[in-house]
């Protein structure tokens, strides 16, 4: 089974900054997605980036940048410039390409940023 | 363009007793997926469906079951309920394929006493 670890419960960072939140994972497939997403304070979640496994390069979507290494199983966000509307809960998931697995999302347990003024 | 509507937002059930909860998707999604959400355990997957097949399922027991009809909408039921059911109960909906995006609904807040 697959498993994703986000070893940083809490995490702040000053307005305008840029914050690294970290995301291992263990899987023994070669072909599945790594998502980040977002949970504000209203608790609708919302997809911030998505990553193709069997793509090198890293996502980016404007503030918003991954670092993807597949061989350490290490998916980490990259928020730059950070605005007060970035603080919320952040969870990373995996999802298989193959199978039944491929219909279902595994989280971590989620990193709780806060945005300091 | 609507987005995932769930129904009841909040609501407090007694130990022994049922619930349904129910979940609309976007127009157009043929997949909805349910999770649970506890500050404990975190966002467990409890099941999936496609075209009103159940594609996938979490480990939970069989006191939790699922549909879906024809026109997408889904309900989940747990029967029995015991107080640690109480959770954020969040659907997604998506168009069904493992690129596809999910969109979540604002979730069912579901208190056992």
């Known amino acids: 089974a697959q498993t994703v670890t986000q070893s940083q419960p809490e995490m702040s960072v000053q307005e305008a900054e840029t914050v690294t939140l970290s995301c291992t994972y263990d899987t023994s497939e070669s072909d599945y997605y790594l998502f980040w997403y977002k949970q504000p304070p209203s608790r609708q979640m919302i997809l911030v980036i998505r990553?193709?496994?069997?793509?090198?390069q890293n996502a980016t979507e404007n503030r918003f940048s991954v670092n993807f290494q597949k061989a350490a199983k290490s998916f980490s966000l990259k928020i730059s410039d950070s605005q007060l509307g970035d603080a919320a809960m952040y969870f990373c998931a995996y999802r298989s390409n193959s199978g039944a697995g491929s219909y279902q999302l595994t989280f971590g347990k989620g990193t709780k940023l806060s945005v300091i003024p | 363009k609507a987005g995932v509507t769930q129904t009841p937002r909040y609501l407090i059930k007694t130990r022994g007793q049922q619930v349904t909860l129910s979940c609309s998707p976007i127009?157009?999604?043929?997949?909805v997926s349910w999770y649970q959400q506890t500050p404990g355990q975190g966002l467990q997957f409890l099941f999936e469906y496609f075209s009103e097949t159940q594609r996938n399922k979490g480990n939970f027991p069989g006191r939790f079951s699922g549909r879906q009809f024809s026109n997408s909408r889904s309900e989940m039921n747990v029967s029995t309920l015991e107080l640690g059911d109480s959770a954020l109960y969040l659907c997604a909906s998506s168009l069904g394929h493992p690129t596809g995006e999910l969109f979540f609904g604002e979730g069912s807040r579901l208190t056992v006493l």
């Open positions: 127009s157009g999604h043929r997949s």
């Open positions: 990553q193709e496994a069997y793509k090198q």
